[in-house]
Nanobody, 125 residues
């Protein structure tokens, strides 16, 4: 069973930054994709960013392009999400997800096999 543990959420003022981390307890025998989703109260879970196995391909939601950066450290089975210029509309619970095995970044929740417990990000105006 793969476990994902997120950290780095919190309260920040608009314009501020946060860095999320997600460590996966995984012994990969094949490539896997890592991604971040978020869910605001009363809304569906939505794709934020995803990154391929060797990090050569990444994808972002239009709403975060130019502000968020996803990266990964395969030696530590960890994915990061650097969030800059945060806005109140970024307030949500952020979830780490893994598609294993996987090579292509998908924006669809159904493609991901494992999920973290979520970490709250709150941006005040």
């Amino acid at each position: 069973q793969v476990q994902l543990v997120e950290s780095g959420g919190g309260l920040v003022q608009a314009g501020g930054s946060l860095r999320l981390s997600c460590a996966a307890s995984i012994r990969p025998f094949s490539s896997y994709v890592m991604a971040w989703f978020r869910q605001a109260p009363g809304k569906e879970r939505e794709f934020v960013a995803g990154i391929s196995w060797i990090g050569d391909r990444s994808d972002y939601a239009d709403s975060v392009k130019g502000r968020f950066t996803i990266s990964r450290d395969n030696a530590k089975n960890t994915v990061f999400l650097q969030m800059n210029s945060l806005q109140p509309e970024d307030t949500a619970v952020y979830y780490c997800a893994v598609d294993w095995p996987g090579t292509r970044v998908s924006t669809m929740t159904k493609e991901y096999d494992y999920w973290g417990q979520g970490t709250q990000v709150t941006v005040s105006s």
